[in-house]
């Protein structure tokens, strides 16, 4: 999957040149004019967020103490802006930014920063976070959002749900989902899982469609349902 960034400017010429070559570069790109427009586009799946510092309302230094004091977002932030004093950089650190450059600025090295705030955090995120179709994993706190709606997993159901989530289109037969979920415990039989899946499946709702049963072979999460 491609990484998401979100790209926060009120020059609409700058918006369109760092969407065209971002996209060229592979990244996904969403585009907002306000911080207050970005707080409404931002979701689980963005991985960076590019952000002028001198925009109407909401600056870019407000929107980024917002979302690590407010939010408790940590997504990495690299700050666009026509400030360059030292005094100017060491706030936006202090707000929360990853990286910090000095408009006007070479596109080789915006898309060199990118790779390289992107890089830096992304084995950490992919680690703790997991985003597919819809879902939002989280294996530090053992918790799946679903929508934008928490859902109350038991240990199990959280265990069977990132398995599969964790492998998109690879059917597992319930002996392999008890071996990796129930760790060899004894008298548990293959129904179980069946019980569980189909809990999973209520709560999940809507996204319950990615959960599929192949018939006499197993269960698989797809993403492209």
């Known amino acids: ?125 992919e680690r703790k976070l997991l985003h597919a179709a819809g879902l939002t994993i989280d294996f530090e706190k053992k918790l799946v959002v679903a929508s934008g709606r928490p859902l109350k997993l038991s240990p199990k159901e959280f265990g069977i749900l990132s398995l599969l989530a964790r492998h998109p289109g690879r059917v597992f037969s319930r002996e392999e989902i008890l071996a990796e979920v129930w760790h060899g415990e004894t008298y548990v039989l293959d129904r179980t899982v069946d019980v569980h899946i189909a809990r999973i499946r209520r709560k999940l709702d809507t996204e319950a469609q990615h959960l599929t049963n192949r018939q006499g072979y197993g269960y698989c999460f797809e993403e492209n349902v």
């Open 1 to 125: 999957m491609p990484i998401k960034i979100l790209v926060v400017d009120d020059e609409p010429d700058l918006r369109e040149i760092l969407q065209i070559n971002l996209e060229n570069a592979g990244y996904e790109v969403d585009t907002a004019e306000s911080a207050e427009e970005a707080l409404q586009l931002l979701g689980p799946a963005h991985r960076l967020i590019l952000l002028d510092v001198m925009l109407g309302g909401m600056s870019g230094f407000q929107f980024a103490e917002h979302l690590r004091k407010v939010l408790h977002n940590e997504v990495p932030i690299i700050f666009l802006t026509a400030k360059d004093t030292e005094r100017d950089m060491l706030t936006g650190f202090s707000a929360g930014g990853d990286d910090y450059m000095a408009k006007p600025f070479s596109l080789h090295e915006l898309l060199a920063r990118v790779k390289a705030v992107v890089r830096r955090t992304q084995g950490e995120t």
